[in-house]
Structure formats: structure tokens, C-alpha cells
């Protein structure tokens, strides 16, 4: 692996550059003895170690923010907005270097590493125009001789936690938004594949982004309790999966914060027997098994109406055509799962989708793999038929590459299924019909909807809008949302008197009507 020599510390005690943490615009040696080894999913060679960040260095990340927040809120928005435009730039010419890291420490083939990092990319695109997104309103003359406007004012110190499955994009969802309103950032990034972020957060730097605007801390539960409970720390930004993000929510918001979570998902395609049979199985199969299916929108249950059903064979077809590898062979479909521990437990849930009495149609599990990769966290893709509501397979996030096929008679039948589904991240119809269409996506209540379209995560000048069960807190990342989230609206009241007035003393009430 090539390093970027300042990113990492000491090579004792087993000669593994230990990734640093960044405080104050310094990438510092953390005095953690606790170190998490960073490993190559594809061979278990590990590449690297990632320290436990202590209490005193959680502390000294969120003391530099607050104290660079007193000039960074007031640094004109041009500068910021010409930073972002660096930062953009800079991304954009390391793309595929830093995509070659990402796919070595997460997996995923360098296409998806590359789609990783432009989906981030786009959201520092949207940061640029930040001036117009951060515009306040204004009414003029609401009350004799009287105004009034709001201001949207960055809130201080922000906190983000992120998981392994999008180690580019989800930082970059976070931390650029969140600076180029004004505030200042601790970045808490996957320590299972904390190297692509690091590199996104050095390029930063070099875009100007100020000493203490940005501090990276690295961390599990300890280092996420303490950002949650810091007095300082005025909003979090967490995704990752439910039973994680719900306690971030709870303890965060005891706590006074802002916390927006984002997390797991069971995403539902509805296929009508009238869709187009090539396309849909298409997109059905790299929904459910690109990237191995770590995906938070990957379409894992598909639910066959009518005629429908009797495409399954032509979907185990084109599963079994896909090919399982490592992820930086430009023959491989499907890359391995993060760890021995998530390989494991895809595994089990299929052997119970198989003891729940579902009907095993293709099996990934043990696929066959040369040399070293009879070492990686392999699962190929795996296809359950027959799966019903209370099999865990269906009522567990599976998060691999395995899809599983529900059964409808009608349209309404397959509506009310997914509806009952506690997620709701994402959701796809496949027709050709406008009418069953629209009544989709009318009747659905899932917050992000797909006609057509197997995985519908929004462009930036939208928001990301997953909802129910899959979401805490009102407002999601990036697009106006976003903006929102990371600012305080303060609402002016204003009266100006002309110098010549001579009024007795100041009505302290306005008399609106
Ligand atoms: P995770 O919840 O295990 O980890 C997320 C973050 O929380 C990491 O930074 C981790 O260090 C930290 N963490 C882990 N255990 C913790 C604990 N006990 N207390 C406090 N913090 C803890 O998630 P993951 O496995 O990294 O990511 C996969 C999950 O993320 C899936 O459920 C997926 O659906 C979800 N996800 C959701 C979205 C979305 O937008 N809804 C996007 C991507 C991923």
C-alpha cells in the first residue's frame, strides 16, 4: 500500500503504520495503546492499525474546533465557498488514487470506489454555492416603518460518525456542508476502514481548510459516548445501523444536541408483470448484489406480483453469471464482505432463512476462489424464494449480497407489504405503466422512491430523505436539509427612526395590525 508518510505514526510494535488523528490542523500521534488492525477484506492482509482515541484526545479535538469556530464563523462566505471549490478540484485529480485505497481497506470493486467517492464529490460541488443555499428572507415594512429578516448562523462545533460500507461519500455528506456554513468539525470515521477518509481529509487541508476547522478522532463506543455527551458539541451527524444510531440519538439529544441519524433499511421493489423483463432483472441483480450488498439502499427483498413471479429462474440465471473476486480485478462483480465477523453472520442468517423453511434457489455461500482469496470474507450472490414476513431473513437487515423473493397477487397486496415493513430508506417499482406508477408512489411510505430506478439516493440539490425506521431527526444530509440541520435561524425584528423623529419614548411591543 502506498502511504502518505504524515497520515501515520509510529511503526511499533508489529511494523504497521498506525493511522494518526488530526487536531489543530496537526496529524498527531494518538498515546492509545488500544489499536484496531485495519485489514484488506480480500486477504486478511492487514495494512495498517487505527489507535482508540483517549478522553484527553476527544477533548483537545473538540477544544481546537471550538476555539477556530470564533474566527471560522466569521470568515466572509466567498472564502469559504472558494475553499470547497479547492477542495473539489483536488478530489476530482486524486479520484482514482484514492479510489485504489478505498477499495483495498473496504472491498468493493474500484468502479463502486470510484462512484463512492464521486457521490461525496457531489455534495462539495453543492458546498461551493453555499451562499445562495445559507440566504435568509426577508419582509419588508411588516408594521409601520418596520422589517424583518432571518439570519442562518452556523451553531459551533459539530460531530459526525460514519460507517465502514461508504468510507468516502457519507464523511463527505457531513463535514464540507457543515464547514462551509460557518461551523467546525470532529469527524469520527469507521475504524474498520478509516485510510480512504484520512486522505480525503488531508486534501482538505491543502485547500486551505483552516488549523481546527477539521479534527479527526478515531474510535468505537468510547470515543462516540464522549462525543455525544461534550458539552461543545452542538449537533451530531450519525449513519450507520439502527441499533447503534438509536442510541446515538437518544444519548445525544438528553444531551441538548441537534442529532440527525441515518440508518438500516430493508429496501422493497415492487415488480409489475408489466415492466420491461431485461431491464428490471438488471437492475434487480446489481441492486441487490453490487457491492456486495453493504449497501444502506441495496434492494434486498423483491416482491413479484402476478405473472411476475415466474421470472425467478431468469433472475437466479443472471445472479449466477455474476463474478465473485477482489474487488481491484476488473472482472469482479462482487467484492468480500468488511470482516471474518459480517461473513459469518451472513452466513448463519442463510442457513436460518433455510431452517425458517424459505426456498434456497442460489447458494453464495463458500464460493470458490484462488490463492490468497481463499483467505477474503467471500459470500456470492444468494437467492431465497418464497420468503414470508417473520422468517429472519426478512426481518433482519442482512447487509450481503442475499435477496430475498416475497410473493404478491395484486399491486395493492405488494403496497401494503412494504408499507408494513418497519424501514423505510428506499423503495422501487418496475412498470410500464404511468397509472400504477403514480399510485406507488402516492401510497408508498417510504421516504425515497425509485420508478424505474433500483437505488434512488437523490443528487445534492436534493436531500437524502429515508424515513420511518430507517431515520431519526427530522432533517437529512445534504441539499437544503442539510443546510438547515448545520444552521440556527435567528429571526430580526427591526425599526430604524429617521433623525428627525421625535417620538416619545420606544414602544418596546410592535403593533402588527
Ligand atoms: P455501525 O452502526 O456498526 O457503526 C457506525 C459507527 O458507529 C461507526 O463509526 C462505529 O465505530 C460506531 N459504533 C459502533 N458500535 C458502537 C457502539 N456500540 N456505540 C457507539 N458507537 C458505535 O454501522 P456499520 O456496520 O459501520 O455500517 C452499516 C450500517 O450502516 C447498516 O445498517 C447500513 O444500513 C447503515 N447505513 C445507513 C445509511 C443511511 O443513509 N441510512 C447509509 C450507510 C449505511
Redesign the pocket.
Known amino acids: 500500500m502506498s502511504t502518505t508518510p504524515h497520515l501515520y505514526g509510529s511503526h511499533s510494535p508489529v511494523s504497521r503504520p498506525t493511522v494518526r488523528l488530526l487536531i489543530q490542523g496537526e496529524f498527531v500521534d494518538s498515546r492509545s495503546t488500544e489499536l484496531h488492525p485495519i485489514v484488506n477484506p480480500a486477504t486478511q492482509e492487514v495494512l495498517a492499525q487505527v489507535p482508540m482515541a483517549t478522553p484527553e484526545e476527544v477533548d483537545a479535538a473538540v477544544a481546537a474546533a471550538r476555539q477556530a469556530f470564533v474566527t471560522w464563523k466569521a470568515t466572509p462566505l466567498a472564502v469559504r465557498m472558494r475553499i470547497m471549490l479547492r477542495f473539489q478540484a483536488l478530489l476530482r485529480e486524486h479520484l482514482s488514487r484514492i479510489a485504489h485505497v478505498l477499495t483495498l481497506e473496504q472491498g468493493k470493486t474500484l468502479a463502486d470506489a470510484e462512484g463512492d467517492i464521486v457521490r461525496g464529490l457531489e455534495v462539495v460541488e453543492h458546498a461551493c454555492s453555499v451562499g445562495t443555499l445559507q440566504l435568509g428572507e426577508l419582509a419588508e415594512n411588516v408594521a409601520n416603518g418596520v422589517d424583518t429578516y432571518t439570519l442562518r448562523q452556523p451553531i459551533g462545533v459539530c460531530a459526525g460518525?460514519?460507517?465502514?460500507?461508504?468510507p468516502a461519500m457519507?464523511p463527505l455528506w457531513m463535514f464540507p456542508m457543515a464547514i462551509a456554513c460557518g461551523n467546525t468539525f470532529v469527524l469520527?470515521?469507521?475504524?474498520?476502514d478509516p485510510l480512504v477518509t484520512m486522505r480525503l481529509v488531508e486534501l482538505a487541508l491543502e485547500a486551505g481548510v483552516p488549523p481546527g476547522v477539521l479534527n479527526v478522532v478515531h474510535?468505537?463506543?468510547?470515543?462516540?459516548?464522549a462525543l455525544?455527551d461534550h458539552p461543545d458539541v452542538k449537533a451530531i451527524s450519525?449513519?450507520?445501523?439502527?441499533?447503534?444510531?438509536t442510541?446515538?440519538y437518544e444519548r445525544a439529544s438528553l444531551n441538548g444536541k441537534r442529532v440527525q441519524c441515518?440508518?438500516?433499511?430493508k429496501n422493497h421493489a415492487i415488480v409489475v408483470p408489466d415492466a420491461n423483463k431485461e431491464q428490471t432483472l438488471n437492475a434487480l441483480a446489481g441492486a441487490a448484489f453490487g457491492a456486495a450488498g453493504?449497501?444502506?439502499?441495496a434492494l434486498s427483498v423483491a416482491v413479484l406480483v402476478g405473472e411476475a413471479r415466474k421470472w425467478v429462474p431468469d433472475l437466479v440465471a443472471r445472479a449466477k453469471k455474476l463474478s465473485v473476486g477482489a474487488g481491484d480485478s476488473a472482472s469482479t462483480d462482487v467484492g468480500p464482505l468488511?470482516s471474518c465477523a459480517?461473513r459469518e453472520r451472513v452466513e448463519a442468517l442463510i442457513a436460518r432463512g433455510v431452517e425458517d423453511g424459505a426456498q434456497l434457489e442460489l447458494d453464495g455461500r463458500i464460493p470458490s476462489l484462488p490463492g490468497a482469496l481463499k483467505e477474503g470474507n467471500f459470500v456470492g450472490p444468494t437467492i431465497f424464494s418464497g420468503v414470508r414476513p417473520g422468517m429472519s431473513v426478512y426481518e433482519q437487515?442482512i447487509?450481503g449480497p442475499v435477496l430475498c423473493i416475497v410473493e404478491a397477487e395484486t399491486m395493492d397486496e405488494a403496497i401494503a407489504i412494504t408499507n408494513a415493513n418497519p424501514n423505510g430508506?428506499g423503495t422501487a417499482i418496475f412498470t410500464q405503466s404511468g397509472a400504477a406508477a403514480r399510485k406507488f408512489e402516492e401510497e408508498i411510505e417510504v421516504g425515497q422512491v425509485g420508478i424505474n430506478v433500483p437505488i434512488p439516493v437523490p443528487v445534492p440539490l436534493f436531500s437524502?430523505t429515508?424515513s420511518r425506521g430507517?431515520?431519526l431527526g427530522d432533517l437529512g444530509?445534504y441539499g437544503k436539509q442539510v443546510v438547515l440541520f448545520y444552521t440556527q435561524t435567528k429571526t430580526v425584528t427591526a425599526r430604524w427612526f429617521d433623525d428627525d423623529t421625535t417620538a416619545g419614548p420606544v414602544n418596546t411591543t410592535i403593533r402588527l395590525h
Do not use: D
Not at 238 to 245: A, E, H, N
Open positions: 460518525i460514519t460507517p465502514f460500507n461508504f457519507i469520527k470515521p469507521s475504524e474498520q474510535g468505537g463506543e468510547h470515543v462516540v459516548n455525544c450519525f449513519v450507520g445501523s439502527t441499533r447503534v444510531g442510541h446515538v441515518m440508518m438500516g433499511a453493504q449497501r444502506c439502499m468488511i459480517a437487515e447487509f430508506n437524502f429515508g430507517s431515520k444530509p
